[in-house]
T-cell receptor, first 117, second 111 residues
Framework: EAQVTQNPRYLITVTGKKLTVTCSQNMNHEYMSWYRQDPGLGLRQIYYSMNVEVTDKGDVPEGYKVSRKEKRNFPLILESPSPNQTSLYFC????????????????FGPGTRLTVL | AQSVTQLDSHVSVSEGTPVLLRCNYSSSYSPSLFWYVQHPNKGLQLLLKYTSAATLVKGINGFEAEFKKSETSFHLTKPSAHMSDAAEYFCVRGGGFKTIFGAGTRLFVKA
């Protein structure tokens, strides 16, 4: 089954304790992205990756790191989590541009609910 | 900067009546536009996407959206609401690399 998986699905941690949220896709997509969802703000893009070893900042990258060493995996790293990073996180991947040069839709993982105390 | 504005944070309709969720986007040469739905405690599901082949786009579950370049709008409609439509809806703009989500519209459906 074509899917994007995230782990863990739920995480409660304390301020300053490094953590990694994994994301993996089995659709051979080049583009992957991380978002955070907060009430009233929709989803905001944290980082995206156009391909292996190619990453760039989204709109809210502060406090996050990513890496893209393999095509299928795109982990999100919080080196020193703080309470304001308590949020619902989504990973997504996307196939190449459709005919006409427009974006194809993204496929989203099930989400990771992170609480930082 | 690119932007997406969903004009209503909440919309309430009665079952069987029409639904209109409004979305405006910042102008661009060729916007990539989508509507996604998120049911409570669930992930995101694609409702429909603008492909440039037609200005009226049909999606799943009876939803449609009309792309109006002159108004920079991509409003989502459904002729008759069902209880199962109660969810949060996001208008999304792509554009190559970055993706911009609207803040979301929560749809309530009354019996």
């Amino acid at each position: 089954e074509a899917q994007v998986t995230q782990n863990p699905r739920y995480l409660i941690t304390v301020t300053g304790k490094k953590l990694t949220v994994t994301c993996s896709q089995n659709m051979n997509h080049e583009y992957m992205s991380w978002y955070r969802q907060d009430p009233g703000l929709g989803l905001r893009q944290i980082y995206y990756s156009m391909n292996v070893e190619v990453t760039d900042k989204g709109d809210v990258p502060e406090g996050y790191k990513v890496s893209r060493k393999e095509k299928r995996n795109f982990p999100l790293i919080l080196e020193s989590p703080s309470p304001n990073q308590t949020s619902l996180y989504f990973c997504a991947s996307r196939p190449p541009f459709s005919r006409g040069g427009l974006d194809n839709e993204q496929f989203f993982g099930p989400g990771t609910r992170l609480t930082v105390l | 900067a690119q932007s997406v504005t969903q004009l209503d944070s909440h919309v309430s309709v009665s079952e069987g009546t029409p639904v209109l969720l409004r979305c405006n986007y910042s102008s661009s040469y060729s916007p990539s536009l989508f509507w996604y739905v998120q049911h409570p405690n669930k992930g995101l599901q694609l409702l429909l996407k603008y492909t440039s082949a037609a200005t009226l786009v049909k999606g799943i579950n009876g939803f449609e959206a009309e792309f109006k370049k002159s108004e920079t709008s991509f409003h989502l409609t459904k002729p008759s609401a069902h209880m199962s439509d109660a969810a949060e809806y996001f208008c999304v703009r792509g554009g190559g690399f970055k993706t911009i989500f609207g803040a979301g519209t929560r749809l309530f459906v009354k019996a």
